[in-house]
Protein backbone atom coordinates (compact mmCIF):
# COMPACT_ATOMS: atom_id res chain seq x y z
CA UNK A 1 0.00 0.00 0.00
CA UNK A 2 3.04 2.38 0.73
CA UNK A 3 2.68 3.18 -3.63
CA UNK A 4 -0.26 4.32 -2.50
CA UNK A 5 0.33 6.95 -0.57
CA UNK A 6 0.78 10.71 -1.93
CA UNK A 7 -2.37 9.73 -4.67
CA UNK A 8 -5.24 11.21 -4.32
CA UNK A 9 -6.60 8.24 -2.25
CA UNK A 10 -8.81 7.43 -5.12
CA UNK A 11 -7.45 4.03 -5.53
CA UNK A 12 -8.48 2.74 -2.27
CA UNK A 13 -11.41 0.52 -2.70
CA UNK A 14 -14.89 1.23 -1.39
CA UNK A 15 -17.25 -1.51 -0.76
CA UNK A 16 -21.31 0.73 -2.10
CA UNK A 17 -23.03 -2.24 -0.23
CA UNK A 18 -21.27 -1.85 2.97
CA UNK A 19 -21.38 1.88 3.33
CA UNK A 20 -23.71 2.88 0.81
CA UNK A 21 -24.02 7.12 2.10
CA UNK A 22 -21.56 9.97 1.76
CA UNK A 23 -20.17 9.32 -2.35
CA UNK A 24 -17.52 11.75 -2.85
CA UNK A 25 -14.41 11.32 -0.89
CA UNK A 26 -11.92 13.86 1.58
CA UNK A 27 -9.35 14.97 -1.45
CA UNK A 28 -6.27 15.02 1.28
CA UNK A 29 -3.76 12.08 0.31
CA UNK A 30 -3.69 9.47 2.26
CA UNK A 31 -0.31 10.60 4.09
CA UNK A 32 -1.73 13.88 4.81
CA UNK A 33 -4.35 11.86 6.60
CA UNK A 34 -1.70 9.81 8.56
CA UNK A 35 -0.53 13.23 9.74
CA UNK A 36 -3.87 13.10 12.31
CA UNK A 37 -4.89 14.12 14.68
CA UNK A 38 -5.08 10.70 16.44
CA UNK A 39 -5.91 11.72 19.79
CA UNK A 40 -7.92 14.88 20.98
CA UNK A 41 -9.55 16.61 23.62
CA UNK A 42 -12.74 17.99 24.01
CA UNK A 43 -13.47 21.91 24.67
CA UNK A 44 -17.54 22.84 25.81
CA UNK A 45 -20.84 21.38 25.94
CA UNK A 46 -22.27 20.75 22.90
CA UNK A 47 -22.36 16.89 22.57
CA UNK A 48 -23.23 16.18 26.33
CA UNK A 49 -24.55 13.87 27.92
CA UNK A 50 -22.37 11.22 26.34
CA UNK A 51 -18.98 13.39 25.90
CA UNK A 52 -18.16 15.96 28.29
CA UNK A 53 -15.97 18.81 27.56
CA UNK A 54 -12.38 17.42 28.97
CA UNK A 55 -12.80 14.05 27.53
CA UNK A 56 -9.47 12.53 25.80
CA UNK A 57 -10.91 10.88 22.51
CA UNK A 58 -9.24 8.72 20.10
CA UNK A 59 -9.90 9.29 16.19
CA UNK A 60 -9.47 7.62 13.36
CA UNK A 61 -8.22 10.02 10.51
CA UNK A 62 -7.93 7.98 7.45
CA UNK A 63 -11.77 8.25 7.46
CA UNK A 64 -12.48 9.42 3.90
CA UNK A 65 -16.20 9.49 3.91
CA UNK A 66 -18.87 10.34 6.73
CA UNK A 67 -19.56 7.60 8.58
CA UNK A 68 -22.91 6.07 9.04
CA UNK A 69 -25.37 8.77 10.70
CA UNK A 70 -25.33 8.24 14.54
CA UNK A 71 -21.24 8.65 14.88
CA UNK A 72 -19.25 11.17 16.46
CA UNK A 73 -16.74 13.18 13.69
CA UNK A 74 -14.24 16.18 13.94
CA UNK A 75 -14.59 18.18 11.35
CA UNK A 76 -13.71 21.59 10.33
CA UNK A 77 -16.36 24.13 11.31
CA UNK A 78 -17.62 26.02 8.23
CA UNK A 79 -17.52 29.41 8.50
CA UNK A 80 -14.83 29.40 11.78
CA UNK A 81 -12.76 26.53 10.39
CA UNK A 82 -12.20 25.37 14.12
CA UNK A 83 -11.96 21.53 14.79
CA UNK A 84 -15.51 20.65 16.07
CA UNK A 85 -17.02 17.64 17.13
CA UNK A 86 -20.52 16.62 16.11
CA UNK A 87 -22.63 13.40 15.28
CA UNK A 88 -23.45 12.11 11.88
CA UNK A 89 -27.09 12.78 11.16
CA UNK A 90 -27.68 12.32 7.79
CA UNK A 91 -25.75 11.97 4.32
CA UNK A 92 -25.65 12.48 0.59
CA UNK A 93 -28.49 11.64 -0.76
CA UNK A 94 -30.82 12.18 2.48
CA UNK A 95 -32.96 14.46 3.41
CA UNK A 96 -33.43 16.16 6.85
CA UNK A 97 -36.03 18.38 8.87
CA UNK A 98 -35.08 22.00 8.52
CA UNK A 99 -37.47 24.94 8.97
CA UNK A 100 -41.03 23.18 8.81
CA UNK A 101 -40.18 21.59 5.34
CA UNK A 102 -36.71 19.52 4.14
CA UNK A 103 -33.37 19.78 2.87
CA UNK A 104 -31.80 17.52 0.29
CA UNK A 105 -28.22 16.78 1.05
CA UNK A 106 -25.83 16.16 -1.90
CA UNK A 107 -22.99 14.31 -2.47
CA UNK A 108 -20.62 14.21 -0.42
CA UNK A 109 -22.39 16.26 2.34
CA UNK A 110 -23.71 15.18 6.27
CA UNK A 111 -25.85 16.64 8.10
CA UNK A 112 -24.46 17.41 11.70
CA UNK A 113 -25.91 17.65 15.28
CA UNK A 114 -24.88 18.57 18.34
CA UNK A 115 -26.55 16.32 21.28
CA UNK A 116 -26.85 18.23 23.97
CA UNK A 117 -30.13 20.16 24.10
CA UNK A 118 -30.19 23.93 25.00
CA UNK A 119 -31.55 22.87 28.15
CA UNK A 120 -28.80 20.08 28.90
CA UNK A 121 -26.19 22.99 27.80
CA UNK A 122 -27.80 25.73 29.62
CA UNK A 123 -27.12 23.56 32.78
CA UNK A 124 -23.52 23.04 32.03
CA UNK A 125 -23.23 26.62 31.33
CA UNK A 126 -23.21 27.00 28.19
CA UNK A 127 -25.06 28.59 25.55
CA UNK A 128 -27.25 26.76 22.54
CA UNK A 129 -25.17 24.26 20.89
CA UNK A 130 -23.92 25.40 17.65
CA UNK A 131 -25.01 22.66 14.35
CA UNK A 132 -26.08 22.51 11.00
CA UNK A 133 -29.28 24.18 11.73
CA UNK A 134 -26.91 26.99 11.74
CA UNK A 135 -24.13 26.24 9.43
CA UNK A 136 -25.63 23.93 7.24
CA UNK A 137 -24.82 20.70 5.55
CA UNK A 138 -20.98 20.19 5.86
CA UNK A 139 -19.06 18.80 2.44
CA UNK A 140 -16.91 15.62 3.44
CA UNK A 141 -13.56 18.02 2.83
CA UNK A 142 -14.35 19.22 6.16
CA UNK A 143 -14.52 15.78 7.22
CA UNK A 144 -10.98 15.41 9.76
CA UNK A 145 -11.82 12.03 11.27
CA UNK A 146 -14.31 9.82 13.17
CA UNK A 147 -14.29 9.54 16.86
CA UNK A 148 -14.10 5.66 18.15
CA UNK A 149 -12.40 5.93 21.67
CA UNK A 150 -12.47 7.45 25.08
CA UNK A 151 -9.10 7.31 26.61
CA UNK A 152 -9.95 9.71 29.43
CA UNK A 153 -11.51 9.68 31.89
CA UNK A 154 -9.97 7.03 33.28
CA UNK A 155 -13.87 5.98 35.06
CA UNK A 156 -15.35 6.66 31.56
CA UNK A 157 -12.90 4.88 29.30
CA UNK A 158 -14.35 2.81 26.82
CA UNK A 159 -15.62 2.84 22.98
CA UNK A 160 -17.79 5.80 21.57
CA UNK A 161 -20.53 3.99 19.67
CA UNK A 162 -23.14 4.82 17.24
CA UNK A 163 -26.49 6.56 18.08
CA UNK A 164 -29.51 6.31 16.00
CA UNK A 165 -30.97 9.43 15.05
CA UNK A 166 -33.96 10.58 17.40
CA UNK A 167 -37.01 10.18 15.70
CA UNK A 168 -38.76 12.80 13.95
CA UNK A 169 -42.52 13.86 14.56
CA UNK B 1 7.30 10.06 36.40
CA UNK B 2 3.25 9.35 36.37
CA UNK B 3 3.08 13.05 35.27
CA UNK B 4 5.14 12.67 32.09
CA UNK B 5 3.24 9.91 31.73
CA UNK B 6 0.13 11.78 31.42
CA UNK B 7 1.64 14.56 29.52
CA UNK B 8 2.41 12.11 26.84
CA UNK B 9 -0.47 10.92 25.97
CA UNK B 10 -2.34 14.21 26.78
CA UNK B 11 -4.19 14.96 23.47
CA UNK B 12 -2.65 18.35 21.96
CA UNK B 13 -5.73 18.99 20.03
CA UNK B 14 -8.53 20.69 21.00
CA UNK B 15 -11.75 19.98 19.29
CA UNK B 16 -14.91 22.26 19.90
CA UNK B 17 -18.40 20.94 21.03
CA UNK B 18 -19.31 24.75 20.12
CA UNK B 19 -21.72 26.58 21.73
CA UNK B 20 -23.11 29.99 22.14
CA UNK B 21 -21.16 31.93 24.37
CA UNK B 22 -22.91 33.89 26.88
CA UNK B 23 -21.00 36.73 27.41
CA UNK B 24 -21.97 37.33 31.08
CA UNK B 25 -21.73 41.03 30.63
CA UNK B 26 -25.09 42.41 32.23
CA UNK B 27 -25.94 45.55 33.42
CA UNK B 28 -30.23 47.38 33.90
CA UNK B 29 -28.09 50.65 32.68
CA UNK B 30 -28.88 49.41 29.17
CA UNK B 31 -32.76 48.91 30.19
CA UNK B 32 -32.75 52.51 31.67
CA UNK B 33 -31.37 54.19 28.77
CA UNK B 34 -34.10 52.84 26.04
CA UNK B 35 -36.66 53.18 29.29
CA UNK B 36 -35.12 57.17 29.19
CA UNK B 37 -35.72 57.78 25.67
CA UNK B 38 -39.60 56.35 25.88
CA UNK B 39 -40.01 58.97 28.68
CA UNK B 40 -38.63 61.70 26.55
CA UNK B 41 -40.61 60.58 23.86
CA UNK B 42 -43.54 60.77 25.55
CA UNK B 43 -42.66 64.74 26.67
CA UNK B 44 -41.85 65.92 23.44
CA UNK B 45 -44.94 64.26 21.86
CA UNK B 46 -47.32 66.27 24.26
CA UNK B 47 -44.82 69.36 23.08
CA UNK B 48 -45.82 69.63 19.56
CA UNK B 49 -49.00 69.40 17.71
CA UNK B 50 -47.46 68.16 14.54
CA UNK B 51 -49.32 64.78 12.69
CA UNK B 52 -46.06 63.59 11.30
CA UNK B 53 -44.01 64.50 13.97
CA UNK B 54 -46.13 62.75 16.50
CA UNK B 55 -46.56 59.78 14.35
CA UNK B 56 -42.74 59.19 14.19
CA UNK B 57 -42.63 60.16 17.82
CA UNK B 58 -44.46 57.17 18.44
CA UNK B 59 -42.75 54.58 15.52
CA UNK B 60 -39.46 55.37 17.81
CA UNK B 61 -41.21 54.81 20.93
CA UNK B 62 -42.47 51.69 20.09
CA UNK B 63 -38.71 50.75 18.86
CA UNK B 64 -37.26 51.63 22.06
CA UNK B 65 -39.66 49.86 24.06
CA UNK B 66 -38.93 46.50 22.56
CA UNK B 67 -35.42 47.12 23.17
CA UNK B 68 -36.39 47.85 27.08
CA UNK B 69 -38.06 44.69 26.97
CA UNK B 70 -34.96 42.90 25.27
CA UNK B 71 -32.42 44.16 27.61
CA UNK B 72 -34.99 43.36 30.55
CA UNK B 73 -35.18 39.51 29.33
CA UNK B 74 -31.70 39.14 28.96
CA UNK B 75 -31.35 40.09 32.70
CA UNK B 76 -34.41 38.01 33.62
CA UNK B 77 -33.16 34.63 31.93
CA UNK B 78 -29.48 34.62 31.41
CA UNK B 79 -27.99 36.83 34.44
CA UNK B 80 -30.31 36.16 37.47
CA UNK B 81 -30.18 32.29 38.99
CA UNK B 82 -32.45 30.84 41.01
CA UNK B 83 -30.30 31.04 43.57
CA UNK B 84 -30.43 35.16 43.48
CA UNK B 85 -34.57 34.55 44.91
CA UNK B 86 -33.11 34.38 48.43
CA UNK B 87 -31.98 38.10 48.23
CA UNK B 88 -35.02 39.40 45.73
CA UNK B 89 -37.93 37.10 46.62
CA UNK B 90 -40.14 39.29 44.28
CA UNK B 91 -37.73 38.80 41.33
CA UNK B 92 -40.18 37.09 39.06
CA UNK B 93 -43.07 39.33 39.80
CA UNK B 94 -40.63 42.33 39.12
CA UNK B 95 -39.85 41.33 35.72
CA UNK B 96 -43.08 40.56 35.07
CA UNK B 97 -44.51 43.72 36.28
CA UNK B 98 -41.54 45.12 34.42
CA UNK B 99 -42.52 44.21 30.66
CA UNK B 100 -46.09 44.02 31.28
CA UNK B 101 -44.99 48.11 31.93
CA UNK B 102 -43.29 48.22 28.81
CA UNK B 103 -46.18 47.16 27.00
CA UNK B 104 -48.17 49.91 28.63
CA UNK B 105 -45.50 52.51 27.88
CA UNK B 106 -45.84 51.63 23.98
CA UNK B 107 -49.72 51.39 24.08
CA UNK B 108 -49.77 55.19 25.93
CA UNK B 109 -48.92 58.98 25.55
CA UNK B 110 -49.05 59.50 29.80
CA UNK B 111 -45.84 60.21 31.10
CA UNK B 112 -46.81 59.01 34.19
CA UNK B 113 -46.64 55.34 32.80
CA UNK B 114 -43.31 56.52 31.13
CA UNK B 115 -42.23 57.02 34.80
CA UNK B 116 -43.49 53.91 36.30
CA UNK B 117 -41.66 51.64 34.01
CA UNK B 118 -38.24 54.11 35.03
CA UNK B 119 -39.13 53.07 38.50
CA UNK B 120 -39.67 49.11 37.89
CA UNK B 121 -36.26 49.44 35.86
CA UNK B 122 -34.72 50.70 38.45
CA UNK B 123 -36.13 48.15 41.29
CA UNK B 124 -34.38 45.53 38.74
CA UNK B 125 -31.39 47.05 39.18
CA UNK B 126 -31.45 47.45 42.94
CA UNK B 127 -32.14 43.54 42.42
CA UNK B 128 -28.65 43.60 40.39
CA UNK B 129 -26.57 44.81 42.63
CA UNK B 130 -27.82 43.25 45.74
CA UNK B 131 -26.70 39.80 44.14
CA UNK B 132 -23.47 41.38 43.26
CA UNK B 133 -24.24 42.29 39.42
CA UNK B 134 -21.94 45.50 39.24
CA UNK B 135 -18.25 43.00 40.19
CA UNK B 136 -19.39 40.36 38.56
CA UNK B 137 -20.65 40.95 35.28
CA UNK B 138 -18.74 44.12 34.37
CA UNK B 139 -15.64 44.54 33.75
CA UNK B 140 -12.80 46.01 35.87
CA UNK B 141 -14.90 47.85 38.28
CA UNK B 142 -17.22 49.72 35.76
CA UNK B 143 -19.74 51.43 36.47
CA UNK B 144 -17.42 53.34 39.18
Known amino acids: MTSDAGSTGTQAAVDPVA ?39 LIDPTTRRWPRPGSVVVFREPVTDDLAIK ?10 PFNGGYIALGEGEAWLEADATPAIAAAAGYGPPIDSDRFGPVPVDLLVGRVWFRYGPWKRIGRIGRIGPPTTP | MFRSVI ?42 EDTAYRTRAIAIKEERADLVKHHLDVLWHDYFKPEHLEAVPNLHDLFWQATKQVSKVKASTDLADAKRLLDLVDEVDAAWKATGGPSKTRVAGRPG
Open chain 1, 87 to 96: RVRARGGERV
Open chain 2, 7 to 48: ATIAPKTVVRAHCDLPCGVYDPEQARIEAESCYRIVEKYAAN
Open chain 1, 19 to 57: DPGGGREVQRTLRERLRGPWRVTVAEGSMLPDIAPGDWL
